[in-house]
Every structure is written in structure tokens, then in C-alpha cells.
């Protein structure tokens, strides 16, 4: 099967254009809702999906995604769902990459190397461990590997040139960026500032850089675009997300910021 993240960053730079990554977690509402949200993102603009694994204590994540795990488990979200969910979506999609984001403890509770086939089985092109540093991952980096998946791997502003060897051995798909120190969903990121840092990296990698953390606007996405392979958008979508549990928003609404992040780019 074709790599589907790097069938879609190659077009991407075919098309001289930077991509948008969309992130939601995996039952927020509710699972139908979250369903139609999924399977519409790719047809309002996303080029890449992250789907959080919804988890009670996401130590890197900010209020809004804190939130959006909080009402994922109460409407009963767990890993089965999860990659239930992206069976649902890859039966009318099987070209947009989808990459699962989240924590470690819900692996391993589920079982990990069972989890890695499964996660492949069901479509899952890549996984995102935010608290599992490479010096540990092995235990799921190797059948993930077996099973396909690519271990997309985070740098941050504090990686400094001997950690950045250790972080690109074993990565592959695409480097998450962190651009702020702190939690999702709280500053905002600096093109200026970045665009150094990503020299640096690009001098010993050839994998696409996606920039997250801190981009909560089309216009603060069309910023980073310029420096970047791909854009990360999750705080302001997931806050869309919890309005439409209170009833201040539908999901049409999420569907119309997705586009607006889309044009900007």
C-alpha cells in the first residue's frame, strides 16, 4: 500500500502549498458527532487529520483539549471506539492520512503490540506519542514499524543540536514542531523566531515539518505557512467542538473554520 503522508506531503510540495492538519479527539461530543466531523474535515480542507485518543490526564495539552478529552470519556469514547471510528471514516476515504495523537497509557493498557495491528487494520497511518521520548518508545516504535505506521516524533524550541539526533533516529512520516514552550491552546507562535530553528533541522532531515501549538487563527496559520510543510490546527477547533454541546454552535461551524483555515493557505 502507498504511504499515504508521503503521497500527500509530495503533492503537496508538487502544488507549491503547505498543508493543513486538523486535529479533533476521537468521541468529542459524542460519537456520532464526532463521526460527521471526522468524515467531513477532508472535504472542507484538511489535508492530514490527527484524531486524539481521548485520555483523563493529557499533561501536554491545554484547557480546551483537557476539555475535549473530559467529554469524550463521559460519552464513553475508549481505544476500540477510537479505531472504530477510523474504519468508519476510511470506508469513503482512503486517500487523506490519519494519524492517532495522544498518550501512552491507553496503549499499553490495550496492549501494544495488538494496538500497532489493529491501529494498521484499521487504517491509522501514523502515530504521535506525546510522552513517550525515543529512548523508551521501542516497545511500540518496533511493531508499530512491523505494522506500517510511521513514529512521528516532536521537536520543541528547548531541542538542542545532540537531542535532535537522538529525536530523527527512527522518525519518519513527518516532525512535529512545538513551536511555544507550554501547553496547546495558550500563546501564539512566532514565524520569526521559527523559521531559524527550522533551518537548523532541515540541515540533517529531509522529513516534512509540520508546526503546531499555538496557531489559532487563518491568519496565524497563513504566517507559519510560509516557514512550514504543514500547519497544525486543535485548540480553537476542539473549543468549536465543546459550543456545539452547549448549544451555541452546530457542526456546520466547525465545518466553515476548517474552510477558512484552508483559504488562508
Known sequence: MTNRIAQRFADLKAQNRTGLITFITAGDPDRETSQGILNDLPKNGADLIELGMAFSDPMADGL????????????????KQTLEMVKS???????????????????????????????AQAGVDGLIIVDLPPEEDQELSDPAHDAGLDIIRLITPTTNAERLTKVLDGASGFLYYVAITGVTGTASANAGQLRPRLDRIRKQTNLPIAIGFGIKSPQGAATLSKVSDAVVVG????????DIQNGSKTTQDVAIQVRDLAAAL
Open 64 to 79: 480546551a483539549i483537557q476539555l475535549a478529552s473530559q467529554r469524550a470519556l463521559k460519552s464513553g469514547a475508549a481505544m
Open 235 to 242: 485548540s480553537s477547533i476542539v473549543n468549536t467542538i465543546g
Open 89 to 119: 471514516f476510511r470506508a469513503n476515504d482512503t486517500k487523506t492520512p490519519l494519524v492517532l495523537m495522544g498518550y501512552y497509557n491507553p496503549i499499553h493498557a490495550y496492549g501494544t503490540t495488538r494496538f500497532a495491528i489493529d491501529a
